[in-house]
């Protein structure tokens, strides 16, 4: 079988593509990768073959603020939100689609494998089924559905339990869609109409999740607020990490359960400015005697962490997660997705704070499932999070939520749910070009709960 791989170049949504690649790859199949070059050496050094995407989606997002500049201006909010999407997610279309469509010529897959904000797939989704191959997406996210208490998504907010609250809601959802899903749609739309695709009327987020084959949310049901999803959505679990990436620190051998061990990260994108969260972090527990604090810098050097390092810190750009979380205490994180259902799966209880991009979603979910505290900001005081730390390590309610979550990751397999519904949408796509049903070609198969 040939897998075509297409990714978003963002390293978060790039790992967890790669982790899925590497099954695909065990099993014997040919894997090609098409995203930025940028990550040309990391796709190339896993045994796959690299397809650049074209001019103009070819970005390197590990930097988004250079990317879209006029983002540094703007505050977290509904304006924020807009921008990016517009510049970052539908302004790349054409060009990521001309990638596919020039990568099909050259590597003939019988399945795309795409991130959720790959949105160069909408014009295949929405043209012929018949001249394009299965297509399977795999939620990167948190699950971008309607909620059945009207919110919007990205505004961090929990489920509404009061019918004052459904009210209030409602109102801010009229707003939200106004200024933020309506002039998206717009753009969109305008665009899909040169494709002579569309409309889509629904928000951008949540169109892909209806109109893939499949679509792999790589979570657990309990970390979703619950409500009635799409036949095509699958909860996976999370990929398992890619092992021996990096060596292990020079002082490794101090995780030696001597000390609990705090881990703070602002991830890959959101890591522009560590004076949000990570230097405040390390001077929040500097006086903590009981406390090993480890911080990444996601790949930045270690010297853009400024300010005095305590000595009970210790900074790496990357470390190697798979030998790292099974020592961590707390993750004390701005809320990345693939680093917070990690953290799960692991049993790791966490403190959160981060409002931009989708964070906040996924930060007010962390509160709403007691694994952590949620500290609902961008800009968390020292004060604020040594109280989160020393209550999420002191009251064991959050260790045993966090336990009873990882047991929830540890109930499905991974590695058999991503081979079974990629295989049935092959076969699947096979049968109906048979000859037998050459006049009536059926649908790629669409995945249930």
Known sequence: MKLLFASTPATGHLNPLLAISRILLSEGHEVGFLTGTVFRDRIEGSGLKFFALPP???????????????LKDIPPGPEWLRVACERIFVDTIPPQHLGLIETLKRFPADIIVGDDMFFGVLPMLLGPRAKRPPIVLCGTSLLHWEREDGAPNFLGLPPATTEAQREQYAAIAEQHDATVDQPILRSLNKLLKTFRVGPVNVPLFHSVIELADAYMQLSVPGFEFPRKFPPTVHFVGTPPIIPNQIPLPSWAHELDGSRKVVLVTQGTVANHNFGLLVEPTLAALADEPDVLVVATAGGRPVEAICGPVPSNARLASYLPFEWLLPRVDVLVTNGGYGSVNQAMSFGIPLVTAGMTEDKADVNARVAWSGVGIDLATNEPTPDALRS??????????????????????????????????????????????APARAMAPARGRRASV
């Not at 103009?56 to 006029?70: F, T």
């Not at 309610?397 to 397999?413: D, G, K, L, P, V």
């Open 56 to 70: 103009g989606a070819d970005l390197d997002l590990r930097d988004i603020l250079a990317v879209v500049p006029e």
């Open 388 to 433: 989160a730390v020393r209550n999420v390590l002191d009251r064991s309610e959050y260790r045993q939520r966090a336990s009873q979550m990882a047991s929830e990751f540890a109930s499905i397999n991974t590695q058999s749910e991503i081979l079974w519904i990629i295989n049935q949408l092959v076969a699947d796509q096979q049968a109906s070009w």
